[in-house]
């Protein structure tokens, strides 16, 4: 296999920073973030060095798009974590 969704990827999503990276095509990814995340609307991949320049680029120049991203993903992942379920619960 040899490759896999990086730690760092959910660390920055957890740290709600806007995060843009190559995507690992599925059958070499075990985490398989697809599942959790739904591209342009919670991350954005890249597909090529080419192509993370521009996204790069784009990015910078479009604050708002980062913001919305990065609010979007927030927004569905709200209240979803274990720890925060217990501390709504008052067991954590």
């Known amino acids: 296999m040899g490759m ?3 730690p760092r ?3 920055t999503i957890l740290s ?4 843009i990276g190559m995507k690992i095509p599925e059958e070499y990814d075990a985490a398989n ?3 959790f995340l739904k591209e342009g609307e ?3 991949f890249a597909y090529g060095k080419d192509d993370l320049y521009k996204k ?3 990015y910078l120049e479009h604050e708002d798009e980062r913001k919305r991203i990065v609010e979007n993903r927030q927004e569905k992942n ?4 274990h720890l925060q379920s217990h ?3 008052g067991t954590g």
């Open 4 to 6: 896999s969704t990086h």
């Open 78 to 81: 709200s209240g979803k974590t």
């Open 56 to 58: 790069i680029d784009y």
């Open 9 to 11: 990827v959910f660390e």
């Open 16 to 19: 709600g920073s806007f995060y």
């Open 42 to 44: 919670d991350i954005v």
């Open 33 to 35: 973030i697809t599942h």
């Open 87 to 89: 501390d709504e619960k």
